[in-house]
């Protein structure tokens, strides 16, 4: 069936959560006040807008998902409006570099030969792209894998520096494996054709110099511990380098680190590591600044430094000494408030980005793993304030979302700070959920006729949750209550079992009362986890989905007989149904990855309408999954959602990502999936890395869109209200 003929148009804004997520780099203009750049490692670019104080999405109208990896930013040092991205998620997937001349506001797109990864370990290194300050259109770029890449025309056409000795390691052939590779690019804007280049690499040196734009190269030898690796640098207007190195190329696993400096004058080192020797903290150095306005005032920050905390250096008198800003420091997060979720916002933690604004040095920011702080007084005695500096960002992963009959419009799933109920869009939400908290939450389930019950399974980052991975809250989200599972037998080989880890799903009956738990024996309970009793006839870790108006129904699919499988008695017992008009193999269903939405979702508002999604086709059942008819028209499927019908129409609203003709899409259906319209457009697909979607039950025609990187989208069509 094809597309109907008119895209409806829609109205498109970000659920506010407020940063969320790591930003491993935060980069000023060097030639225009007010102007700065800050790149993410899976939610694109955003520039800082001066005027409307908020940071703006650079990248939304990218369809590649790797392209929202961006693995280095360059601000032209000489025409303001021109910027450079380097935009790559890993070494498997398609690398570009983006230029703009009008601030982002649009890009041309060159695809590169050299894989970067924009969201792999080592991200936080750089800058790895940098552009000549002597003939702007002259571009380099230290890459992973593949040696040092050379640009002559603006970055349109690029090719191996065949002079530069390190040529990389190769692409990498393990799976999650990577390179630290030619961590950072440094042109000398007081000193034509002296470039550096920093090794993240093993082995070799840490510094490579050019004096001649790169027609020869030399290592810069001295300096160092052999065992430390670039990580980045930054050059003074008296032309000392400031280089911090760790043991490991992070965000993760480093255990020391070191800062030099580096005067080319005289080739000479000099190690200013503000601490140092025995007594060090186990941590590394990352990022780095120093001030347009004084090179001997200079800023360094550690990573992975867990004893006592994670830190920013600051110096006045090039390294001779240092303040520890961690301790006079005073963080107000009354703006976005779930970053005091465990007491009072530490200082932060991965702190791989840190500039100095070059137009005032009183203004700072640096990044962590969840947030970016800046201060306007770095130069100040006394306590140093600093604020989240996030108005706009919204670099989160959503995992998933409920949009229930009553309460919050709104329910959130997320990885790394657990979720939200979201009362006001507009308003970062007071906590996360907690009690217990679980970093990433994997399911979430509401009670269709008792929407303020609901349930959700989650993990942390680690093999085994400290307690449950289970909870159930009474008023819509807001809070908590753990629930916890008889133990399970232990498996042979000691492996843990998936409610020790979050790989088991909970579901909840249309009523409120009964709690499905799929444990490797799925159980319920009926009493809020007092009392347990075995499920009969219903395979482990199948998804099931409750009917959202009859209590006694529930549906799962036993991938191993290919049948559909419901119980009619609260959950107790499943037995297999008709089923007619279903394929014969409905295994493309079978998910093992806990954060996987289910194949089956339910209708809010009628029971025993079903809807499946099988090998990118839609089926739709009315009869509680006795029979079922094929729908979606020519519309290849990948994720999908129910929403609020449209007036006299008996069918909820369809929403899914999907192909239609070639084109891959956000898609609406208002008659069942006969017919589609597209309602997201060229300048809102974010990647298109979209983990799932749900209508809103109560509100004709919105949408919520889980990204996985840019946070929480809603839509609302223009001009089509009911």
């Known amino acids: 069936m094809p597309v109907l003929a008119d895209a409806v148009p829609y109205t498109w804004s970000n659920v506010r959560v407020g940063g969320g997520g790591f930003t491993p780099g935060v980069i000023f203009s060097p030639v225009e006040k007010g102007l700065a750049y800050l790149r993410s490692d899976m939610g694109g670019a955003y520039r800082w807008d001066a005027r409307s104080q908020r940071w703006i999405p650079l990248q939304d109208g990218v369809a590649i998902g790797s392209y929202m990896g961006i693995e280095s930013i360059a601000a032209d040092p000489v025409d303001a409006g021109t910027v450079y991205l380097a935009a790559g998620m890993g070494a498997g997937q398609p690398a570009a570099i983006f230029r703009s001349t009008d601030y982002g506001m649009h890009w041309r797109v060159t695809p590169v030969p050299f894989r970067m990864g924009g969201n792999e370990d080592g991200r936080g290194l750089g800058e790895r792209l940098a552009i000549d300050p002597h003939d702007h259109a002259h571009l380099l770029f230290g890459s992973r894998h593949q040696g040092l890449w050379e640009s002559r025309d603006a970055g349109a056409h ?426 014969s193999d409905l295994s493309s269903a079978h998910q093992t990855n806990r954060e996987a939405p289910p194949p089956i979702l339910a209708e809010p508002g009628h029971a025993g309408a079903l809807w499946l999604l099988l090998d990118g086709m839609l089926w739709h059942s009315t009869d509680f999954g006795e029979s079922w008819a094929r729908t979606g028209g020519a519309l290849s499927i990948e994720r999908y959602g129910l929403g609020k019908a449209s007036a006299g129409v008996s069918e909820p609203a369809l929403y899914a990502l999907g192909t239609l003709d070639g084109l891959r899409a956000v898609w609406r259906s208002l008659d069942g999936g006969a017919t589609w319209q597209r309602i997201n457009d060229d300048d809102h697909q974010w990647g298109l890395r979209i983990r799932m979607l749900t209508g809103d039950p109560r509100v004709f025609g919105r949408v919520y869109i889980a990204t996985d990187g840019r946070g929480i989208v809603t839509g609302d069509p223009k001009g089509e209200g009911q």
């Open 158 to 583: 690029w090719q191996a520096v065949p002079a530069f000795p390190l040529k990389g390691l190769g692409l990498p052939t393990r799976r999650r494996e990577t390179h630290g590779g030619l961590s950072f690019v440094v042109f000398d804007p007081q000193v034509e054709g002296r470039i550096f280049v920093g090794n993240a690499d093993p082995g070799g040196h840490h510094l490579y110099r050019s004096d001649d734009n790169g027609a020869h190269w030399r290592p810069v030898t001295g300096g160092p511990d052999a065992g430390l690796l670039a990580a980045k640098a930054a050059l003074g207007r008296d032309g000392v380098l400031t280089v911090t190195l760790c043991d490991g190329i992070g965000p993760n696993g480093i255990s020391r680190g070191a800062v030099w400096r580096y005067d080319p004058r005289g080739d000479r080192w000099r190690d200013v590591t503000p601490v140092k020797g025995a007594n060090a903290p186990k941590g590394g150095y990352m990022g780095v600044a120093v001030a347009a306005s004084d090179p001997r005032t200079i800023a360094v920050s550690t990573v992975d430094r867990g004893d006592p905390v994670d830190t920013v250096w600051l110096s006045h008198d090039a390294g001779a000494h240092w303040d520890e800003l961690w301790r006079r420091s005073l963080r107000d997060v009354s703006a976005t408030p779930f970053l005091d979720f465990d007491g009072k916002a530490n200082f932060g933690h991965w702190i791989a980005g840190l500039a100095i604004d070059p137009f005032d040095a009183n203004h700072a920011a640096y990044v962590t793993g969840a947030t970016v702080y800046a201060t306007n007084e770095l130069q100040h005695g006394g306590a140093l304030h600093w604020a989240p500096w996030t108005q706009g960002i919204e670099q989160t992963a959503v995992i998933t979302l409920i949009s229930p009959a009553g309460g919050a419009h709104l329910v959130s799933g997320f990885g790394d700070i657990a979720g939200f109920r979201h009362d006001d869009f507009a308003k970062s939400p007071p906590r996360m959920h907690l009690n217990p908290f679980l970093a990433n939450t994997n399911t979430l389930d509401y009670a269709g006729r008792a929407p303020l019950v609901m349930v959700r399974s989650g993990n942390i980052h680690a093999r085994v949750v400290p307690d449950t991975s289970l909870a159930w809250s009474a008023d819509g989200g807001g809070s908590w209550t753990p629930l916890h599972v008889p133990a399970g037998r232990p498996h042979a080989d000691g492996s843990s079992l998936p409610e020790e880890t979050g790989d088991a799903a909970i579901t909840v009956s249309a009523d409120g009362l009964t709690f499905l738990v799929e444990s490797d024996a799925p159980q319920l309970t009926r009493d809020r986890g007092r009392h347990w009793q075995a499920i009969s006839g219903l395979p482990s870790r199948t998804r099931v989905t409750a009917d959202k108006q009859e209590a006694a129904r529930f549906y799962a699919l036993d991938f191993a007989a290919n049948r559909v499988v419901r119980s009619d008695d609260g959950g107790l017992n499943f037995h297999p149904v008709a089923s007619r008009g279903l394929p």
